[in-house]
């Protein structure tokens, strides 16, 4: 049955990784993948999350399976995170949560439950968007779009273009927005914009999908969700995809989130029960482990101040690390105005390095970084920053 088959292309990104571990150079770096690093080089345990689990080990009584969508716990506290404690979308009951695999799960569950009852939708995804989205989408069946976004040029978003497409979307296709730290480009819309792209979406009767991968690594966990606080505000439906992987640092517990906010909370209901189908169909429930995690955190007063204090130093290390590689950029000679760096958000950055130098820098001097020059600014250290630069002086 096999034997016609040829060997897949890797992923671009944990791919690259791939190629990273098989280097044999003791001083190589890897600003590949998206997970936070502090300056040993190390992806942390929280201690917010070791406390939980030494709970869980103590009071934990059975393995039994959960429901199909998960813990209500779990979901009340996902949806405090998502909307604030006490939205009016909470107690009026139009938000539904489902425990999801990871927020890539949350966003397959989304296309899913999407290409269910509206086959014929285009999903409209930012140009550029996470190397996976596309792969995701199409699995569910979608045809896909780009609308502009990053404007290479500036370095920046291209928010003209970008609002002219959106105008001219379809009533009832779906558009992909990142809430936050936009990945690749770390490129963010402001408030005013995010407040026009709103009201686009209540023109057009567009329906906006949400990719809210990065809670807290933006300004705060309250100023990053503002874009959804907008979009209900004006009565809008919407569905999230959210993920626990960065903001808590449970990468391999797979722990993320699908919401979906409709017009009632019969509505809301009605089409949960959908979700669920989806679900049932693809990974039946959920795992309990990460989740319960997250709950334990959320539900215990302490162990949240702990959690948001500690996130607080991860987002604070990240844009350090921003203004840290502008200024020693600067002091190994470059003339290159690299200041956008320190205006774009979360873990990623556009650094404008063409794929030849990208080439270069892993071929020359075992530096790792996506083709399309993205870097992870979670990779840098204080023992790797100064040949970091080097290497990008000596390849500019």
């Known amino acids: 049955m096999f034997n016609s088959l040829t060997p897949a292309p890797p992923d671009p990104i944990l791919g690259l990784t791939e190629a990273f571990k098989a280097d044999p150079n003791p001083e190589k770096i890897n600003l590949g993948v998206g997970v936070f690093k502090d300056d040993a080089g190390q992806t942390p345990i929280l201690s917010a999350v070791k406390k939980a689990e030494e709970l869980l080990l103590q009071f934990e009584s ?215 189908r989806a679900i049932r169909t693809n990974y039946s429930n959920p795992s309990s482990h990460g989740g319960a995690i997250v709950e334990t955190i959320l539900g215990d007063a302490v162990l949240t101040q702990e959690w948001l204090s500690e996130l607080d130093g991860m987002r604070e290390r990240i844009h350090g690390l921003r203004s840290k590689l502008v200024d020693t950029l600067a002091s190994k000679g470059v003339d290159r105005d690299f200041s956008f760096i320190t205006r774009q958000n979360g873990m990623f950055s556009f650094s404008g390095l063409t794929p030849d130098q990208v080439k270069e820098l892993r071929e020359s001097h075992s530096i790792y970084i996506v083709g399309s020059g993205r870097i992870n600014l979670a990779g840098i250290t204080s023992s790797n920053l100064d040949r970091l630069c080097e290497a990008i002086a000596t390849v500019l």
């Open 62 to 276: 059975t393995k039994s399976y959960l429901p199909i969508s998960g813990s209500t716990g779990y979901a009340a506290g996902v949806q405090n995170l998502l909307l604030g404690e006490g939205h009016s979308l909470i107690s009026s009951g139009r938000i539904q949560t489902a425990h999801t695999p990871g927020g890539t799960g949350g966003l397959r569950v989304a296309g899913d439950f999407l290409k269910g009852f509206n086959a014929d939708a285009k999903l409209w995804v930012s140009n550029p968007t996470w190397a996976n989205h596309k792969g995701v989408f199409a699995a569910c069946g979608f045809e896909i779009e780009d609308y502009p976004y990053y404007d290479p040029k500036t370095f920046g978003l291209d928010f003209e273009a970008m609002l002219s497409t959106l105008k001219r979307i379809p009533a009832g296709d779906i558009v992909l927005l990142h809430v936050c730290c936009h990945n690749p480009s770390g490129v963010d819309p402001s408030p005013e914009q995010w407040a026009e792209i709103a009201d686009v979406a209540a023109e057009k009767g567009w329906f906006p999908l949400f990719d809210f991968a990065y809670q807290g690594f933006g300004t705060s966990v309250e100023a990053d969700r503002a874009p959804l606080l907008l979009f209900a505000e004006k009565g809008l439906e919407f569905v999230v995809a959210a993920s626990c992987s960065k903001n808590f640092g449970l990468y391999n517990e797979r722990t993320g989130s699908f919401s979906l906010v409709a017009d009632t909370a019969d509505s809301a209901a009605a089409a949960f029960s959908h979700v669920k």
